[in-house]
């Protein structure tokens, strides 16, 4: 079925506005899983932005491709673990408001399936709704603990691009966060409810308006690095939550590049890697998306 995209919009709303009877939840599955394309090319991202005149196509999956196929790209997987590449605009886990379209249960699906419902898979980290890149789940509870009891040692690097140009070519970024009472996160001091959050930067390369910086983790707080970019005064390009350029396009370009651990059951090095998607590094003032 051909779908006409008389406006610009995130492709999520392309569907939902071509059947209006569909909920938020199925039209996602449907992207995820692959369902639609856009100029002739497969898109599985809900979040991406389709521009006006743009073909999209929409054909219903039959028979047994989501036993055989896995609904995200996976990018290790061993009889321990399995990471997947998460889609910007795609949450990590359920929540109250979204039960079925996040990654953890499109996964599960896909692994109960393919076992004939002996396995699933458990949450080891999340990455925030915004944020694409690798996330890793356990396939046992036992593997599950170990890997969670080993986290902060576990080597976490994400790629972002910033606006403007970092003051430090490299440092680290200590402070305490809250969140508001609108989920926004901020810096504060050493108060009740407030928790201390270390994030370590490099600069890796610069242009006239944005800088390429690597980061990595050394806590996990909610929009850590996005708050933490900030208070540098470079906000992450597409992040208008957090002061970003409102003529850019809204996509955070934030990439969760790199996952390595010593595995805890084998004690080998495991490093995951990702390739940054086209055009990560150059954000389109209109409608161009990664």
């Known amino acids: 079925m051909h779908i006409e995209v008389k406006k610009e919009e995130l492709l999520l709303d392309v569907l939902i506005n071509a059947f209006p009877g569909m909920s938020k939840s199925s039209a996602k599955k449907i992207i995820v899983h692959g369902g639609l394309t ?125 606006e403007g140009k970092v003051p430090k070519k490299a440092g680290t970024i200590k402070t305490w ?17 407030a928790q201390l959050a270390i994030t370590h930067f490099k600069v890796i390369q610069e242009w006239d308006e944005f800088s390429q910086v690597e980061v990595k983790l050394e806590t996990g707080k909610k929009n850590q690095i996005r708050v933490h970019l900030v208070s540098l005064g470079c906000p992450i390009v597409g992040d208008r939550r957090y002061g970003a350029n409102a003529s850019v396009v809204r996509q955070i370009r934030l990439f969760a590049i790199r996952l390595s651990f010593v595995h805890p059951f084998t004690s080998k090095k495991i490093m995951i890697e990702a390739t940054l998607p086209k055009n990560f590094l150059k954000p389109g003032k209109k409608d161009e998306q990664y």
Not at 63 to 81: N, Q
Not at 95 to 103: F, L, R, V, W
Not at 177 to 193: F, I, R, S
Request: a positive charge; proline letters at 4%.
């Open 177 to 193: 966060l809250k969140e508001d009472a609108n989920q926004k996160v901020y810096v504060t001091k050493e108060e009740e409810g």
């Open 38 to 162: 856009v100029n002739g090319r497969k898109e599985t991202n809900p979040a991406a932005m389709v521009s006006k005149g743009s073909k999209v196509e929409y054909t219903r999956h039959r028979g047994t491709a989501v036993k055989t196929e896995p609904p995200l790209p996976i990018l290790f997987e061993d009889d321990y673990y399995l990471a997947c590449l998460k889609p910007a605009g795609l949450l990590s886990v359920p929540t109250e408001q979204e039960k079925d379209s996040n990654c953890h249960a499109l996964l599960q699906e896909f692994v109960r399936k393919r076992s004939k419902g002996h396995e699933q898979v458990f949450v080891v980290h999340r990455l925030d709704r915004e944020v694409a890149g690798i996330l890793l789940f356990a396939r046992t509870q036992l593997a599950q603990m170990k890997i969670k009891e080993a986290w902060k040692q576990v080597d976490k690097t994400y790629c972002a691009l910033v």
